[in-house]
């Protein structure tokens, strides 16, 4: 079972705790700074698009690329939903207003191509064979997703493909989990929640020599009534230091501009949990 299909379903349930909103204004900043402040950005690995929507909330054109079909099919309900609350709101804002001719020709909406605030485009594919319509001025990559591919080739390859869509002037933003908190703070350890939605129980191995992190996910997850069904999904992450991620950004035609201990503008350091990587094309 691919990583996250079961975990879709309570995904943003238990990611509850991380505070998107925050993260958000904190890559916003990184695109201004280097200069994005408009424009189409894609987002790889955007799971159900909670980053996606904030990104498109603060002015730019989003697409959304992950390869899991379940979370892809609730970042499009979340935006619908989302935009069907706005449009509601826009068409009792005309009926109390001297010209609601204005909204006459939006119609009742029954689909999300129909309503007025336009939309994120949503692709499934796996980053590792990234092909957009187009160029784009920034891509970014958020809650440690390219941490999921376990192969530099495969890295450089990622690397290659976001280069062949950036743009001249455009930027490539990414985090990453460190060997610092797979080791020091993961470790051997066992996580259990429990909700009245769904429980996990999610037990953690790392292997220092392969750099390779493991976690075991049990889900409960409510159906119906007193229903609990279970499933079991695998996850692999790879921790890769700061010296690899430069080699292999070379490789592909780009160049570290920085990086940062996550959410500062301080260097990484030792103990830095997670760290965001700024690139961008050599020229």
Request: aromatic share 12%; with cysteine; charged share 30%.
């Amino acid at each position: 079972m691919g990583a996250y299909e079961s975990f879709a379903r309570v995904y943003d349930l238990f990611m509850d705790n991380v505070p998107y909103e925050e993260w958000g204004s904190y890559l916003t900043g990184l695109l201004r700074e280097y200069g994005i402040c408009s424009g189409t950005v894609a987002e790889l690995g955007c799971g159900t698009g909670k980053m996606t929507r904030l990104l498109a909330a603060a002015g730019y054109d989003m697409i959304g690329v992950d390869n899991s079909e379940e979370m892809l099919e609730i970042a499009r309900e979340a935006e619908y939903e989302a935009d069907a609350w706005s449009a509601a709101e826009a068409w009792d804002e005309a009926d109390e207003t001297d010209e609601p001719e204005e909204y006459a020709e939006l119609g009742e909406p029954d689909g999300p191509d129909e309503l007025p605030n336009g939309g994120i485009l949503y692709l499934l594919e796996d980053m590792r064979e990234l092909e957009l319509y187009g160029s784009v001025c920034a891509v970014v990559s958020v809650c440690d997703s390219m941490n999921y591919i376990l192969e530099e080739a495969d890295l450089r390859e990622v690397f290659s493909r976001v280069h062949e869509y950036l743009e001249e002037d455009g930027v490539f933003i990414f985090d990453l989990n460190t060997v610092y908190k797979y080791r020091d703070l993961l470790g051997e350890t066992t996580i259990a929640e429990n909700r009245e939605e769904g429980s996990f129980i999610w037990e953690n191995y790392f292997d220092e020599a392969s750099a390779v992190n493991e976690y075991d996910l049990t889900l409960y997850i409510r159906e119906d009534g007193e229903t609990y069904r279970r499933f079991e999904e695998v996850h692999y992450q790879r921790a890769y230091d700061l010296k690899t991620i430069d080699r292999l950004l070379a490789d592909a035609g780009m160049e570290l501009l920085a990086a940062y201990d996550a959410f500062t503008k301080e260097p990484v350091k030792e103990d830095s949990e997670r760290i965001y990587v700024v690139a961008r094309p050599r020229r």
